[in-house]
């Protein structure tokens, strides 16, 4: 039997492999399709981030675990190399799917790779031109490497194509994170403090941040936070707090922030979702929430300057607002005149990515 190893390591990785292992189990019930291992490299690890994402989305408990924490962005990506490499040495595996852009993403593509394991890269073919970013470095790696492409776009197809990728290798079959999302919206939930909140449908926001760009600088962060404050006319802001940026709002304690902003805790999958769907929009940093977004008919506004996911921007509810705080207000004060675009949904994000991966997979590695 052939082996597959997962990779997943860090919170948008684990909706992305959750459909990709039911559909190798659905496969193996039918007697069929390969065997695999999963892979956790450690790199978020606390429950929040991480255990909370596996039970509400039935992934099984990983096979192993590199248990490699926090570090700097060599020290993470270089314990990942070293302690995946040594796995692969004790027991190999017949290929390496890595999924995303994340350090953990890189780093097993190389170790696999320098094996002799050929590597598939799930989520291939995004590019946002921003070299500052981790991600983007991390993406053009991982596609330099890769044996097979499974893609969302054909945005992402061009990229692909661009940088010499043969067609053959290049396999458009959706995104993952919907097929999740698309399996989960009757499961969606409301966390516990909506009534404390007063959050009314329609009647609130979400926002998430987490980019260095964003939130390493407290005085920045500061100033964002007030733009949000005045913008939001009063509405509540619900803000759960990811753990960089919980670092830097140590620093503004003193400070404060608009007292319409509701911090919370990291939120589960199913919580986060409620309250994205019924939000009367999303202020994020994040690439996968626009494309949830987008899915979902939310108007998002990305405070980044350039995206690897141009499709939520043309065809769905995004709009690139950019990094400073003073273009906050003229796209509220849209969104607060109804004029914010409608968007409708990318082709493939249909909630079947995975089984078209799986069967790829299997004629890869079972013919
Ligand atoms: C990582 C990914 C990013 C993804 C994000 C989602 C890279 C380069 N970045 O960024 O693409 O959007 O995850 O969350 O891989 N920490 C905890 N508990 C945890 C995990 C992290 O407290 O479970 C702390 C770390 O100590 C560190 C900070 O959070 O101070 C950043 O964690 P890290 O995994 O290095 O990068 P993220 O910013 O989370």
Same mark, same amino acid.
């Given at each position: 039997?052939?082996?597959?190893?997962?990779?997943?390591?860090?919170?948008?990785?684990?909706?992305?492999?959750?459909?990709?292992?039911?559909?190798?189990?659905?496969?193996?019930?039918?007697?069929?399709?390969?065997?695999?291992?999963?892979?956790?490299?450690?790199?978020?690890?606390?429950?929040?981030?991480?255990?909370?994402?596996?039970?509400?989305?039935?992934?099984?408990?990983?096979?192993?675990?590199?248990?490699?924490?926090?570090?700097?962005?060599?020290?993470?990506?270089?314990?990942?190399?070293?302690?995946?490499?040594?796995?692969?040495?004790?027991?190999?595996?017949?290929?390496?799917?890595?999924?995303?852009?994340?350090?953990?993403?890189?780093?097993?593509?190389?170790?696999?790779?320098?094996?002799?394991?050929?590597?598939?890269?799930?989520?291939?073919?995004?590019?946002?031109?921003?070299?500052?970013?981790?991600?983007?470095?991390?993406?053009?790696?991982?596609?330099?490497?890769?044996?097979?492409?499974?893609?969302?776009?054909?945005?992402?197809?061009?990229?692909?194509?661009?940088?010499?990728?043969?067609?053959?290798?290049?396999?458009?079959?959706?995104?993952?994170?919907?097929?999740?999302?698309?399996?989960?919206?009757?499961?969606?939930?409301?966390?516990?403090?909506?009534?404390?909140?007063?959050?009314?449908?329609?009647?609130?926001?979400?926002?998430?941040?987490?980019?260095?760009?964003?939130?390493?600088?407290?005085?920045?962060?500061?100033?964002?936070?007030? *733009? /949000?404050?005045?913008?939001?006319? @009063?509405?509540?802001?619900?803000?759960? #707090?990811?753990?960089?940026?919980?670092? +830097? !709002? $140590?620093?503004?304690?003193?400070?404060?922030?608009?007292?319409?902003?509701?911090?919370?805790?990291?939120?589960?999958?199913?919580?986060?979702?409620?309250?994205?769907?019924?939000?009367? *929009? /999303?202020?994020?940093?994040?690439? @996968?929430?626009?494309?949830?977004?987008? #899915?979902?008919?939310?108007?998002?506004? +990305? !405070? $980044?300057?350039?995206?690897?996911?141009?499709?939520?921007?043309?065809?769905?509810?995004?709009?690139?607002?950019?990094?400073?705080?003073?273009?906050?207000?003229?796209?509220?004060?849209?969104?607060?005149?109804?004029?914010?675009?409608?968007?409708?949904?990318?082709?493939?994000?249909?909630?079947?990515?995975?089984?078209?991966?799986?069967?790829?997979?299997?004629?890869?590695?079972?013919?």
């Amino acid at each position: 039997m052939r082996t597959i190893d997962i990779i997943a390591g860090a919170r948008p990785n684990f909706m992305k492999i959750a459909p990709i292992i039911r559909a190798l189990e659905e496969r193996k019930a039918q007697g069929g399709g390969p065997d695999y291992r999963l892979v956790h490299t450690g790199q978020h690890y606390d429950p929040r981030m991480s255990g909370e994402f596996f039970e509400q989305l039935g992934i099984p408990q990983p096979h192993e675990n590199l248990e490699v924490g926090s570090g700097s962005q060599a020290e993470q990506t270089a314990a990942i190399m070293v302690r995946y490499e040594k796995l692969l040495m004790r027991a190999r595996s017949d290929l390496c799917l890595v999924v995303g852009d994340v350090n953990s993403t890189m780093a097993c593509a190389i170790a696999a790779r320098k094996l002799g394991i050929a590597v598939a890269h799930v989520e291939a073919g995004l590019r946002s031109g921003d070299w500052s970013m981790p991600e983007e470095i991390n993406r053009v790696v991982t596609d330099s490497i890769s044996n097979y492409f499974f893609t969302t776009s054909e945005y992402a197809n061009a990229n692909l194509r661009r940088s010499g990728v043969e067609d053959s290798a290049i396999f458009y079959v959706g995104n993952t994170m919907i097929d999740t999302l698309l399996a989960n919206l009757e499961r969606l939930r409301p966390p516990a403090f909506v009534s404390e909140f007063g959050l009314q449908r329609g009647e609130y926001f979400v926002m998430t941040l987490h980019r260095p760009v964003n939130v390493d600088d407290a005085q920045g962060l500061a100033r964002l936070l007030q *733009a /949000v404050g005045e913008g939001t006319r @009063g509405l509540p802001v619900v803000f759960p #707090v990811h753990p960089r940026t919980a670092n +830097t !709002l $140590r620093k503004l304690l003193v400070l404060g922030w608009p007292a319409n902003i509701r911090l919370v805790d990291p939120q589960p999958y199913l919580e986060f979702n409620w309250l994205v769907k019924h939000a009367k *929009a /999303v202020i994020t940093d994040s690439g @996968g929430i626009t494309e949830e977004t987008t #899915v979902m008919g939310v108007p998002c506004m +990305t !405070l $980044r300057a350039s995206t690897e996911r141009p499709e939520t921007v043309e065809l769905g509810t995004n709009e690139l607002i950019g990094t400073n705080p003073a273009n906050l207000g003229p796209a509220l004060d849209r969104l607060f005149a109804g004029q914010w675009k409608r968007g409708s949904v990318p082709p493939l994000w249909d909630g079947r990515a995975a089984e078209r991966i799986v069967t790829y997979l299997e004629r890869l590695l079972c013919t």
